[in-house]
């Protein structure tokens, strides 16, 4: 008979936030991995349990040999108790490759739930908490820290992260660089513990607190509001049909013995906006901006194809759309002149 995983959710700060389900399990489970030794002991005499079964480390250097001899251990019908220092294993802590291991080999595994950081702060945060990311620990160094931020740029989810106190400044200062000094954001610092702290304001707010010559302690973790949610950008073809129809009514007939003119390029785009075009309110491009765009792009050199990609991401339309805006200005051409063979004198 197999054994169970159980995954502990251990208290953030406060130790009166465990549940005593997590004293019931640290007090019968057959085998305890921890991340730290010390402190489990310390956690179950905190929850008046002791603890009888045989611990382990599991700690990140050795999680991933300690993932093949905890699942002997189920195998062998043992449950297994995993718990790091603060918070859920396996989420920004050790954990991932013991449970990934033992959903491999058919073992069950449940969980008890605990407090975690980063609902806690998503919650007292005051942002928007209907959609939401936890992108954990920023990278330590700075190229792969502003390389996943550029990754982040266009989010319009409310992000969490985590951060050490070391790095906070150089994370606060890339964050800026990536969103912009005047994004909403919220540090939560040693949540439930007693220094806790929370400080609210925009990003180049939370960088002055953290450089204003403080002792920075404890850990941290940085709620941020996602970028604004725009609505998706249609192309008004209407007036540049409009446009063109009139341009072919009063363009004179092509002359029979030569080949019918091109069509006239996208009318410029001066002509666009003193006709009231462009981007507004109602998040509509008028079609012959985006043709005139084209046109600009092209006679500066740039290949048209190249053109068309560029200016479809620039107003957040479709290629397809900026390739029809082109179609759209163009007048028709216009039948040829019928000529008349007129008999000799």
Known sequence: ????????GAPIGDVRDASPRLGEVLATADVIAAEDT????????????????RIVSCYDAVEGARAALLTDYLRQGATVALVTDAGMPAVSDPGFRVVAA??????????????SAVTAALAVSGLPTDRWTFEGFLPRKGADRRSLLRELGGETRTMVFLESPHRLPAGLGDLIAAFGAGRAAVLC?????TFEEIVRGDLAALLAWATDGRTIRGEF??????????RPVTVDFAPAQAAATEAAELAPPAPASSPAADPPAARGSE????DGAGVGP???VDARVLAADVARRTAAGMPRKQARRAVAADYGVSRNDVYA???????PRAAPATQVDLPPF
């Open 1 to 8: 008979m197999s054994g169970t995983l159980v995954l502990c």
């Open 282 to 284: 109602t998040d509509s």
């Open 325 to 331: 805006a082109e179609l759209a200005v163009r007048a």
């Open 221 to 230: 973790t940085l709620v941020v509001a996602g970028g604004a949610r725009h």
């Open 102 to 115: 033992a959903a491999a080999a058919g073992m069950a595994i449940t969980v008890v739930p605990g407090p």
């Open 189 to 193: 610092r040693e949540l439930t513990k």
């Open 38 to 53: 010390r402190r489990v002991i310390r956690l179950a005499h905190a929850l008046g349990v002791t603890i009888s079964g």
């Open 271 to 274: 002509q666009a906006e003193a």
